[in-house]
């Protein structure tokens, strides 16, 4: 069972994780959802479609200008506390590798630190630990957070997912953080290039044998631009393919950007592996 927020979600149930960024340079929407009206809406259009997490974050994944840690609390807080006033009910995410920001959401009303840079602060776990939130834990491949990779080599790009990922959620829940509340993330393309994405794809099934509830964030990303040669606003067909393949090995949860696009998806797919009914039965039938 995974419980996040106020809500529960049974083994075989896949959640969609909307992905809000509260910042002027993010690389699909350029900035999009950066004022608060468009991102007040981006949320209400997002839940309508589906996804029952909305991800907050306040600063670009890739090098950019700094951005401090008031500089993206003061992108963040807000904004949780007036999602969580109007969608009482949504489970609310913030995208986060440090402490500081992660205190101040969780006192916002934030309900998961989803920490995309693998605990590279380690009081970040302590937080969600102390309020008693989800944490995502997320192999970055001992890179800093805001660079990207550059040769980074594996001997088994899995097996070192897994030792990671595998500890942080242990490591987390040892400091007070519920077990039903964990998730881990392979990390796409954070300290990978694409061929180690693509392999964490195929090989997720051994990540959902542990046991822990997996987290992948595919949406648009350099691994399916690569694999496809498609740039960034053209990699939707791709992402949906891997979200295919991803949930078929038993994936849960789906960090996107396109959540009507993928609902369709994970009802087909959960529809094939008989853990969902059609919608409509009636051919042969009239």
Known sequence: MLRLGRREFDAHEPVIMAIVNRTPDSFYDQGATFRDEPALARVEQAVSEGAAVIDIGGVKAGPGEEVTAEEEARRTVGFVAEVRRRFPDVIISVDTWRHEVGEAVCEA??????????????????????????????????????????????????????????????????????????????????????????????????????????????????????????????????????????????????RVHEVAETRQVLDMVASIAGHRPPAVARRGLA
């Open 109 to 254: 009303g934030a309900d998961l630190l989803n920490d995309a840079w693998g605990g590279v602060d380690p009081r970040l776990a302590e937080v969600a630990g102390r309020y008693g939130v989800g944490i995502v834990c997320t192999h970055a491949g001992g890179t800093q957070p805001r660079t990207r990779p550059h040769r980074i080599a594996y001997d088994d790009v899995m097996a070192d997912i897994l030792e990671v990922t595998v500890g942080l959620a242990e490591r987390a829940v040892s400091l007070g953080v519920p077990r039903e509340s964990v998730l881990i993330d392979p990390g796409h393309d954070f300290g990978k290039n694409t061929r180690h994405s693509l392999e964490a794809t195929r090989r997720l099934g051994e990540m959902v044998s542990t046991g822990w509830p997996v987290l992948v964030s595919l949406s648009n990303k350099d691994f399916v631009g690569e694999t496809l040669d498609r740039p960034v606003k053209e990699r939707v067909v791709g992402t949906l393919a891997t979200t295919a393949v991803s949930a078929w090995l038993g994936a849960q949860v789906y």
